[in-house]
């Protein structure tokens, strides 16, 4: 590794970015609860966000190989990330529930919401390992130094 600052800067962005589509939705709900007095919870915010958690996840992956640490984790997180949400709208697309030619009920619902369970369940283990990443990155880097 050439330059150990990119590598932990890197490493702890790509784990931030990851950690806001997963955060925002109780931060916003939270705070719709302090202004208004009713908690909202946005269930699809993850995927609205999800632009985010691809920069983060291009970032920690990067940084999982470089650093030959949380590689497994990092990547199989991100492809069943990548599998389930991509799942996820071609079965709204093959259902007819992108389009709107369906009400959102019944399997077909149930089928999408699912994919979107296991998208953000992916996502949170992406986020622990972009910790365990980062952990490892800043103590390997202070371990050298010493």
Do not use: C
Request: aromatic fraction near 8%; charged fraction near 10%.
């Amino acid at each position: 590794m050439k330059n150990p600052m990119v590598i932990k800067v890197l490493s702890a962005l790509g784990t931030v970015l990851v950690w806001i589509p997963l955060l925002a939705p109780v931060f916003f709900g939270l705070a719709g609860l302090a202004m208004s007095g009713e908690f909202n919870f946005d269930f699809l915010m993850p995927a609205e966000f999800g632009f985010l958690a691809i920069a983060g996840a291009v970032m920690l992956i990067v940084v999982a190989i470089l650093a030959h640490s949380q590689v497994k984790l990092i990547g199989g997180s991100i492809g069943v990330a990548v599998v389930a949400i991509v799942g996820g709208q071609v079965i709204a697309s093959v259902t007819g529930l992108a389009s709107g030619d369906i009400e959102p009920t019944g399997w077909q619902w149930a089928l999408v919401v699912a994919s979107l369970g296991v998208y953000i369940l992916a996502l949170a283990a992406l986020g622990v390992g972009g910790a365990l990443l980062s952990r490892d990155v800043f103590r390997a880097r202070a371990g050298e130094a010493a």
